[in-house]
């Protein structure tokens, strides 16, 4: 008996002929797609400003941008709502009903995560797509403005690291985990990073941290997981400055491609017009 081993790549099937069995293999080749936009903000109100940003008319742009791209998910990584309040939940939920796509979403420290979840139902904090495991962690603390993961936090991620060994993972969270080069927003970081990055460290299958909180766009690498924050869908922060300065940037997104070999490619789109 000749052996064909059937091979599916990308869309297309085909076949290989070897030794003396038969075999049937899905080869996962396809590249996970996903659209990252963070610190929406909106306010109590439709058309309440942030730094003279009409927070929601801001977003609704960019959701103008991306709502006819083919992706895979949505990830929303917290400050949905710039003081907590469940008539902005209540408003993303009908700008999102443009977007066809699942959305992922976790809370910043402007956010009310109860209220999020009345809205929105329960968060999700891990999921499976494809090649790989998206973690989503809560690294609020309380009401400051600093991140700080908890205990029960870092034990999650870490039960769910051991859970994703063979595969790829990306972790999202709200406060960035490493300076950025700005002192203000700098002290506002994750508190606990080194706990952050001790279970990190101990995994081979972390490829990427993506995070908000810091409404401009960052691309780095420590120790070859890649590490990416993208802008807020209102209002920018000056990259190296001391203290709060606005940027003139335009609000923006960020999309990743997740490939099967755990490599990615990504890249932030400012809005246009
Ligand atoms: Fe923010």
Request: aromatic share 8%; charged share 20%.
């Amino acid at each position: 008996m000749s052996n064909i081993t059937l091979l599916r790549v990308g869309s297309f099937w085909g076949y290989n002929r070897a030794n003396n069995t038969i075999s049937i293999e899905y080869i996962v080749s396809n590249t996970l797609r996903l659209l990252h936009v963070t610190d929406l903000h909106l306010g109590n109100n439709k058309g309440d400003c942030l730094s003279s940003i009409d927070c929601d008319e801001s977003l609704n742009q960019v959701i103008e941008q991306l709502k006819n791209e083919r992706y895979d998910a949505l990830l929303i990584t917290g400050d949905i709502a710039n003081h907590g309040a469940k008539s902005a939940y209540l408003r993303l939920q009908v700008y999102l009903s443009e977007i066809k796509m699942p959305v992922y979403m976790l809370p910043g420290n402007h956010d009310d995560k109860a209220l999020m979840q009345q809205v929105f139902g329960e968060l999700n904090n891990k999921i499976e797509l494809g090649a790989w495991n998206l973690i989503f962690l809560d690294s609020n603390d309380g009401k400051h403005y600093h991140g700080q993961l908890s205990v029960n936090e870092l034990d999650f991620l870490e039960g769910a690291l051991k859970q994703s060994e063979g595969r790829h993972t990306l972790i999202a969270l709200h406060h960035p985990p490493v300076d950025i080069g700005s002192a203000w927003m700098d002290a506002m970081q994750l508190k606990n990073k080194q706990a952050f990055f001790d279970i990190i460290d101990c995994f081979e299958s972390p490829r990427a941290v993506v995070w908000g909180h810091i409404h401009q766009e960052f691309d780095q690498y420590r120790r070859g997981v890649r590490l990416l924050s993208s802008p807020s869908t209102c209002s920018q922060f000056l990259p190296q400055s001391a203290q709060h300065q606005k940027d003139t940037q335009a609000a923006g997104y960020r999309w990743l491609e997740l490939n099967a070999d755990g490599s990615l490619d990504t890249g932030v789109i400012r809005v246009t017009g």
